[in-house]
């Protein structure tokens, strides 16, 4: 057993916010009649559909093949027949191919081929094939990430989910531990790294309790500060290491992975399942009864929210997501994608529909931002689309954590205009 004692970063914020769900058992939510499954569901390139309408598929079949070393696999998480392929402009405004499946209930199944040996490539390949990526949001194809062009020392579990609301990592920390150590295990040889260390919150003592009866790892206990969950973050709070700006993970020799990426890692590797599921916690006093679930890639989240008693008379927002980072959906069109983590329905009390106002100058945003960005500077540039002066003031360094807007007194949508800002600057870069 080994616990090291709580440790902080300097800058990091309190939240106050509600898990709702912590106690609740996560349940497994019957298949719907339809998914809807996006062929963009990772960072990268979309993936190539390799399926026709009319097509039989099973759970499991692959029907978008990844387009390149940054792309993902997609697999079919119902069996039945291919009824659509389209574009579908969804709850965040973005338009993306979907390819919708008619569900038959047979529950048939394909599965990959059985590993002949478990060497660091062969994980790495299997990983790759069963379409994994970074599970805790970021959707960074997860193959891409467990090959560093330098030897890393050091692999960091992150169990901080830090964000209120959420609770379906914490739930599978407790209820699936010995897959997700395996999964944890099986990514560190695919890393060639045997220095493992698990960062958990100390508000998850339970969570704490279970991964400390492993001798092979050292769980950090994680004071409660947001963004603790933040890479970089994460990674000072665990080793002393600070990730220079532009710079990434690796260069500091650690690579970050979340608990269900390691988990769907597991079950690739020992149960030849590619990644067809997602957990996520429906939560926020604007639905009846929140609940972690387990459910299809593809499921309508106008089903989950039904499954869970429905919407109470006072909710007034849906985010995909956990209420600092995640999206406000416009529309309904959503369905589960591989990164999701939360759907959260707000009521008047958990919400603001205020619209902006002009900034007042008042400075919070900068006081409250844990990289030490002058948000309101950064936001002013983007908007007059002096992207160059944006990246100067160091939009790139910005986390994306939620901690400016939910502090800002004039309701400034900071995030928006930053995370803008940081797509156009790589556009610049890419000479588009
Ligand atoms: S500027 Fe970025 S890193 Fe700073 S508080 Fe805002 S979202 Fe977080
Ligand atoms: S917190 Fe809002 S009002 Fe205050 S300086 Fe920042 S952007 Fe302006």
């Given amino acids: 057993m080994s616990v090291i004692k709580p440790r902080f970063f300097p800058y990091g914020t309190k939240i106050h916010g509600t898990k709702l769900t912590q106690d609740c058992p996560t349940e497994t939510m019957p298949e719907p009649s339809k998914v809807y499954i996006s062929v963009s569901q990772h960072i990268g390139a979309p993936a190539i559909p390799v399926v026709n309408i009319g097509d039989k598929v099973k759970k499991g079949t692959l ?114 531990t010995q897959e997700i150590y395996k999964g944890i295990k099986y990514v560190a040889r695919a890393l060639k790294v045997s220095r493992i260390i698990i960062g958990i919150e100390l508000n998850k003592p339970l969570a704490i309790k279970a991964f400390s009866e492993f001798s092979d790892l050292s769980v950090v206990a994680l004071k409660k500060q947001y963004p603790m969950g933040s890479e970089k973050h994460l990674i000072y709070v665990c080793t002393g290491r600070k990730v220079p700006t532009g710079k990434m993970p690796f260069d500091v020799g650690c690579c970050v992975q979340n608990i269900k990426t390691v988990l769907a890692a597991f079950n690739a590797i020992e149960n030849n399942a590619p990644l067809t599921e997602a957990y996520i916690t429906v939560s926020g006093h604007g639905v009846k009864n929140p609940k972690n679930l387990k459910v299809a890639l593809g499921t309508p989240f106008s089903e989950l929210i039904e499954f869970c008693g429905g919407r109470t008379e006072n909710a007034n927002k849906i985010v995909a997501g956990g209420p600092m980072m995640g999206k ?104 588009k």
């Fill in 63 to 176: 029907i978008a093949e990844a387009s390149g070393a940054i792309s993902a696999n997609v697999y079919s998480s119902v069996s039945g027949t291919v009824s659509d392929i389209c574009d579908i402009v969804n709850g965040l405004n973005q338009k993306q191919k979907h390819i919708v499946i008619e569900n038959d209930f047979s529950g048939e199944q394909e599965f990959l081929p059985p590993l002949s040996d478990f060497e660091p490539q062969t994980l790495v390949d299997r990983i790759r094939l069963a379409g994994i990526v970074g599970l805790g949001g970021a959707g960074f194809p997860t193959a891409a990430k467990l090959t560093p062009k330098t030897q890393l020392d050091t692999l960091i579990i992150n169990g901080a989910e830090c964000e209120p609301y959420l609770t379906c990592d914490y739930r599978l920390m407790m209820e699936r």
């Fill in 328 to 431: 406000a959906l416009v529309n309904l069109n959503q369905y589960v994608r591989k990164t999701d983590s939360g759907l959260l329905c707000l009521n008047k009390t958990e919400t603001s529909l205020d619209a902006p106002s002009n900034c007042i100058n008042c400075g919070l945003c900068a006081r409250k931002c844990p990289m030490r960005l002058m948000p309101m500077y950064i936001e002013s540039f983007a908007l007059a689309g002096n992207f160059k002066e944006a990246e100067r003031y160091g939009a790139m360094n910005c986390v994306e954590c939620g901690l400016c807007a939910y502090n800002c007194p004039a309701r400034r949508a900071l995030v928006q205009s930053i995370s803008m800002a940081k797509a156009k600057i790589k556009e610049m870069k890419n000479g």
